[in-house]
């Protein structure tokens, strides 16, 4: 798993004390290994490591969403749910991240019956490897945070597809037909 490592260094003059903001990933490039906390479908806890999946000839469909069991993430979390049969006949695992602990991710996942792992990112590490942690616009003002995006990996590790700022609603859509672009 990768750690962090804060700068210990004053900025210097015209600096900026705040961070720099993860780049975001784009098709052709290798997605950074992680494992991570997960619930399975069935309850269970567990831990999930990408390169571990990919080792098996999968291909992964990675979503980052802001919290569990508010309004636009558990619409995307139950588009995903009524797609899933889709996802999985075309060779794709599905993986939800979030910041929330196992066991708010345990309660959403038994709440709106979701079937496929939830992972837990509580650190925001891999949000930042993947370029889902960030500015984003929020009514209309500027905030730093999680960033509604997914990643489709090939099996090779590279990122085959990278969606940053998605809406919740209607997106698994928009998605499956990205995908059937990609298959042609």
Same mark, same amino acid.
């Given at each position: 798993?990768? *750690? ?14 705040q961070?720099? !903001?993860?780049p ?20 269970? *806890? ?6 571990r ?33 889709? !996802? ?9 991240v ?13 709440r ?17 490897l993947?370029?889902?942690?960030? *500015? ?14 997914? !990643? ?5 590790g ?27």
């Amino acid at each position: 798993m990768t *750690e962090n490592h804060a700068n210990d260094q004053s900025p210097q003059p015209g600096q900026s004390s705040q961070p720099a !903001l993860p780049p975001r990933l784009t098709p052709g490039q290798p997605a950074p290994d992680f494992i991570l906390p997960a619930v399975n479908p069935d309850g269970g *806890e567990t831990s999930v490591t990408l390169s571990r999946l990919l080792a098996q000839g999968k291909r992964v469909v990675l979503y980052f969403y802001p919290a569990a069991m508010t309004p636009g993430c558990t619409t995307e979390a139950c588009d995903f749910r009524d797609n899933i049969a889709r !996802l999985t006949a075309l060779g794709f695992t599905v993986l939800g991240v979030s910041k929330d602990p196992i066991d708010k991710l345990q309660r959403f996942r038994e709440r709106d019956h979701l079937s496929f792992p939830l992972l837990s990112d509580a650190d925001l590490t891999v949000h930042r490897l993947y370029g889902a942690y960030g *500015e984003k616009k929020l009514y209309g003002k500027v905030h730093v945070g999680v960033i509604r995006s997914t !990643l489709v990996i090939n099996p090779d590790g590279s990122v085959a597809l990278a969606r940053y700022n998605v809406r919740a609603k209607g997106h698994v859509d928009s998605l499956l037909k990205a995908l059937d672009k990609l298959e042609t």
